[in-house]
């Protein structure tokens, strides 16, 4: 798609900046097929392109205050710029930085391709539709237990392996694909020995038991600790 023809088409979700990024990534090939919107939420906007996702956050209109209470708690991160650009792009080289690491470690997270700007490049989960949320299936799924299993199994990897503590860990940041989850959106993750670390593995392992307890599998707090080996 020729640089006119993405401001045709996308001039009034997208910023110059962001239109600029889009083509940029098109000329190397990353973007290979026309973009469309997956979904929209209040920071960022989610697009296809082929067999790769485009996550795009938003500079204008938004609130960053937020990411800065995160990226303040990451000791990886020495400074950043206070601005509202300066922060959205050192959230997404943290996010792409968190996934690859992930990635590297063997854990069930879409594949990081490249980043730009406030611009990150992934695999596409799914076929002609993405996958779903795990909250959006949840009380379908046939073996429950199994797949809850899976998820502790996935959150162990993520805190002895990779060495980091997920931060907003729900069934609203797994996708599930045929019969595999998929861990998703973790550009608040930070380093398990960060002194918020112990904050936020507390507020991970309350979703895991509400996901267990939806899951039908009734652990106390002790019991998931040691199943994920973290006493």
């Known amino acids: 798609m020729k640089y006119r023809e993405i401001w045709k088409v996308y001039s009034k979700v997208f910023d110059l900046t962001t239109l600029n990024v889009l083509e940029e990534l098109k000329e190397d090939k990353f973007i290979l097929e026309d973009l469309s919107i997956v979904s929209e939420g209040k920071e960022a906007v989610v697009c296809r392109s082929g067999d790769k996702a485009i996550k795009i956050y938003k500079i204008m209109n938004i609130s960053y205050k937020r990411q800065i209470k995160y990226l303040e708690a990451d000791p990886r991160i020495r400074s950043f710029p206070k601005t509202q650009v300066g922060v959205i792009y050192t959230w997404v080289k943290k996010e792409f930085k968190n996934l690859r690491k992930m990635f590297k470690s063997l854990i069930s997270v879409p594949a990081p391709y490249v980043y730009k700007k406030n611009v990150l490049v992934m695999e596409f989960i799914g076929d002609e539709e993405p ?8 009380d379908k799924l046939e073996d ?6 899976d998820i502790v199994e996935e959150y162990r990897k993520i805190y002895h392996k990779a060495r980091l503590v997920h931060g907003d860990f729900s ?4 996708l599930y694909y045929k019969g595999k989850i998929y861990v998703i959106d973790v550009s608040q993750s930070i380093p398990n020995y960060s002194p918020a670390a112990s904050e936020y593995l507390e507020k991970d392992i309350e979703n895991l038991l509400f996901i267990g307890n939806r899951l039908g599998v009734k652990l106390d707090k002790l019991e998931l600790k040691r199943m994920l080996n973290i006493l």
């Open 171 to 174: 069934e609203y940041n797994l």
């Open 144 to 149: 429950k237990e199994k797949v809850f299993f």
């Open 131 to 138: 996958a779903p949320l795990l909250h959006e299936v949840i």
